[in-house]
Every structure is written in structure tokens, then in C-alpha cells.
């Protein structure tokens, strides 16, 4: 598994701005489902200060 310099085998870390890579779609992705989580805590505690059954 010999690979020449300049191919696959040199992943550009700063790259991000360039090229959408997988990391970049998968923190987006992980951020976006962090403020739903928020968001939905928020509203239930909310909702349960107003009616506390």
C-alpha cells in the first residue's frame, strides 16, 4: 500500500474552507442537533413552569 505523494494519502486539515470534507458536514451536523436537544429542553421547562402538574 505504497502511494505517492500528492494523492489520497495527504489529508488537508485546514481544507475546510476549500472542499466541504466529512468532518466539516459532520460537525454541522452534530451542532445542529445540540441546539435542537437545547431548544427542546428550553421549551419543556418551560412548559412545565407554567403548568406544574
Keep these: 500500500m ?3 505523494a500528492g494523492t489520497t494519502a495527504q ?3 485546514t481544507g475546510a474552507d476549500t472542499e ?3 468532518r ?3 460537525v454541522i ?3 445542529g442537533l445540540s ?3 437545547v431548544s427542546r429542553r428550553q421549551v419543556r421547562r418551560a412548559v412545565v413552569d407554567r403548568d406544574p402538574s
Aim: no cysteine.
Design 11 to 13: 489529508l488537508p486539515s
Design 24 to 26: 466539516t458536514i459532520a
Design 20 to 22: 466541504p470534507s466529512g
Design 35 to 37: 441546539l435542537l436537544l
Design 2 to 4: 505504497v502511494q505517492p
Design 29 to 31: 451536523i452534530l451542532v
